[in-house]
């Protein structure tokens, strides 16, 4: 007896990933960034620019922990930094647990999208016991919200612009989903041919 496979139908998980738990491949998930307040707008209209180098190589530093995105920048006063809250698709995740380990910074060279400190971790150089991830592609992040700034009238005109920035995506036709900065990747269904969006909730072929 064969069976055909004819469609789908996906349930949203809503359910938050705490620090101490691995993020799964292909999954989104909510995490922070801090910066210093004058580069907000030009992340916010622009994307995020990976840094050079740090403790996981080039990329965009990010926590799903707060506290530790409150931290940065390092040496700036609180009323001079806001954090912004994220979504982050983490893509193909690497987990780096300890001092001079062999991916360390070449996470990305052998095929991972995003690299996972977890808490508590043996690497001598956070003494916060903080989780920490770094994402290869700025693409994988988009800014929800401003999670911290000490001053209501600039959260307030933040939180305008990212609403601004955020709607420009339009909706995409298919889902009829908001789709952000980036359009929604779309393909042709192994079936029916009919093309389809990867964030479709249902989809079921014409027989």
Not at 26 to 52: D, E, V, W
Not at 143 to 152: F, K
């Amino acid at each position: 007896m064969s069976i055909t496979f004819s469609g789908w139908e996906a349930v949203k998980d809503r359910k938050n990933l705490s620090a101490n738990e691995e993020p799964k491949k292909g999954h989104c998930y909510m995490m922070y960034h801090g910066t210093h307040l004058q580069n907000a707008k030009t992340i916010i209209s622009r994307g995020f620019q990976p840094s050079k180098d740090g403790l996981l190589g080039p990329g965009v530093y990010v926590s799903r922990n707060i506290e530790k995105a409150k931290c940065y920048p390092l040496t700036v006063d609180k009323k001079d930094k806001v954090v912004f809250k994220l979504q982050v698709r983490v893509g193909k995740v690497k987990k780096i647990n300890c001092d001079n380990h062999p991916m360390q910074k070449t996470w990305h060279q052998n095929g991972f999208d995003c690299a996972w400190v977890p808490p508590n971790s043996s690497i001598s150089s956070i003494r916060s016991g903080r989780e920490e991830d770094c994402v290869w592609d700025p693409s994988r992040i988009s800014i929800v919200d401003v999670a911290c700034c000490v001053d209501p009238a600039t959260r307030k005109e933040l939180r305008r612009l990212i609403q601004h920035n955020n709607r420009s995506g339009g909706e995409c036709d298919l889902c009829h989903e908001e789709s952000d900065c980036n359009p929604h990747p779309v393909q042709s269904c192994w079936q029916c041919g009919k093309t389809i969006c990867a964030f479709q909730q249902k989809h079921h072929c014409k027989h």
